[in-house]
């Protein structure tokens, strides 16, 4: 089933189409944004302005085409704050109607900040964390509070990009008098709803919308000089945004259409919304913010399927997002999931039982048993040189829950199970920071050998030991078939680790009973 969502925003109007998998994930087949403006003027006027007006119902007949194209069985479309608020709004939902045959459903605030939490709640790892959502839009902010299974606290405030900008009329620079006026109109609106947020109690902020990826990804490029391939799952603290408000207010129009990071058709509001998302994460005492790339149009989708009966929370063993992107990823490259398992298992035993040795985390850990589910996805291009399929493939699937760090390394830990080891000549490798490239030898090292381990695909090994001295590992491997097979090709491929911890490596079963 392939379904679409308009989300006639303030500040744009966005477009997602995806088909919903037999095992129920949405797999994001087209998403489109047009930043319509149509609340410009509306909270001066009450009136949506015609050039606004005639525009999005352009775009929105755009979208429709798109949909029918993609032979959508429902378009969700539900319409914010601008239309909202606007005396016409009436007009422009029944001039959509007409032209397309689509009637929008006007959300409250609440049920704005409802839908996006469903969204985030799927695209960010929540945990057992308890956590704020904040999304900036053209005319509202939503603030909302829950977990993994229930929402606490949603709050709609009459704050927005193009609200603000009504308000300093449209000025393109803030003087000093303006911008006071304003921090204290933000205050004076937000004040009270954040300090219910400090009550309900959250340990961590997660911001969606347009304006604060926008935001997250300037300070990013600002503070560190790199680009980020995606947003979602990135942190970006309040000292950084900060500093780049601070930047930003003191700018003229052109200026910040050449700060990087920042489109040009955000320039005109985007130091207001900086000022607006600072002052935000100060009241609520957040010291930093996770970027999110979900929002209201993933969360119409999902409740729609919701309503029908038909729950998107696809659970993995672990009921872990992470945990549950690997799987999906896995699946769909038609990888061997319990093989993977038991490859993972091996590797497990070996991180731990080495760990004395390599001193490396529980987050690598982690990394190491997701690599091992997913190195082998390459096979469904080709074999020759799947291995560099499986990193191409990995770094380019927007894993759920992982940053863009996380992800590189997922890429080349399955680069390097297998063939060459990693080498300072090659050139991705080469960038990588010493700490990353001490990880990368030793975890591939690590699921070199539980892959020779498992080379008959039958599970033959069932555990194994680790002894070593200064100078030497002695790996014993235990089952109860005969792992001749096994032992040999984990032999072959053991120089990877042996460099990593620099030490012999010998892998043998127990003697003198041969399994």
């Not at 959502?133 to 709609?156: H, P």
């Not at 985390?361 to 040189?385: N, Q, R, T, Y």
Request: contains cysteine; charged residues 25%.
């Amino acid at each position: 089933m392939n379904l679409a969502a308009i989300d006639i925003g303030t500040n744009s109007i966005h477009l997602v189409i995806a088909e919903v998998t037999q095992r129920g994930n949405l797999k994001v087949l087209i998403d489109e944004k047009e930043m319509v403006k149509l609340g410009v003027g509306v909270f001066a006027t009450n009136q949506l302005s015609q050039e606004a007006f005639e525009r999005g119902i352009a775009v929105i007949q755009r979208y429709v085409q798109l949909a029918d194209q993609f032979g959508v069985d429902e378009i969700i479309t539900a319409a914010t704050s601008a239309t909202r608020e606007a005396k016409n709004g009436g007009e422009f939902l029944d001039a959509l109607a007409r032209e397309t045959g689509l009637t929008p459903h006007v959300i409250s605030g609440k049920e704005e900040a409802r839908l996006i939490f469903l969204a985030v709640r799927r695209a960010i790892a929540f945990g057992n964390e308890k956590v704020l959502v904040l999304d900036i839009g053209g005319g509202s902010t939503e603030a909302t509070v829950g977990d993994q299974e229930n929402i606490y606290f949603k709050k709609s405030i009459k704050l927005g990009v193009l609200r603000l900008l009504d308000m300093a009329g449209g000025k393109e620079t803030l003087t000093k008098t303006d911008a006071t006026e304003l921090l204290g109109h933000i205050k004076l609106a937000a004040e009270e709803v954040m300090k219910e947020v400090l009550t309900e109690g959250f340990t961590k902020v997660i911001g969606t919308s347009g304006t604060i990826r926008a935001l997250g990804e300037a300070a990013h490029l600002a503070g560190k000089g790199s680009s980020l391939d995606t947003v979602n799952a990135e942190v970006v603290s309040t000292k950084e945004l900060s500093k780049l408000s601070k930047k930003l207010l003191k700018m003229t129009l052109e200026e910040r259409e050449k700060v990087p990071g920042i489109s040009s058709n955000r320039a005109d509001a985007i130091h207001l919304g900086s000022m607006l998302l600072v002052n935000l994460l100060e009241m609520a005492q957040a010291s930093e913010i996770t970027l999110c790339d979900a929002s209201l149009r993933e969360g119409l989708i999902l409740d729609y399927l919701d309503s029908l009966g038909r729950k998107q929370t696809i659970l993995g063993p672990e009921g872990n997002l992470r945990y549950r992107s690997v799987l999906h990823l896995a699946l769909r490259y038609q990888s061997d999931i319990e093989q993977k398992k038991h490859v993972a298992h091996l590797s497990l035993q070996l991180y731990d039982q080495l760990q004395q040795l390599h001193g490396l985390d529980d987050a690598a850990k982690e990394l190491l048993e997701f690599a091992c589910m997913i190195f082998e996805v390459g096979h469904f291009i080709g074999f020759p040189k799947y291995h560099k399929h499986s990193r191409y493939i990995i770094s380019n699937s927007r894993l759920r829950g992982f940053t863009n760090e996380e992800i590189t390394l997922l890429g080349h830990l399955a680069r390097y199970h297998r063939k060459s080891g990693p080498k300072k000549r090659h050139s991705k490798f080469k960038k990588m920071t010493k700490a990353q490239k001490y990880l990368v030898r030793t975890l591939s090292g690590i699921m070199r050998i539980a892959i020779g381990l498992d080379k008959t695909k039958n599970q033959w090994v069932d555990s194994l030991s680790c002894k070593w001295t200064a100078e030497h590992i002695a790996i014993t491997v235990k089952g109860e078939e005969n792992p001749d097979l096994e032992i040999w090709d984990a032999m072959r491929h053991r120089f990877v680790l042996e460099k990593a911890l620099k030490r012999e490596i010998t892998i043998a079963a127990p003697d003198p009973v041969h399994l």
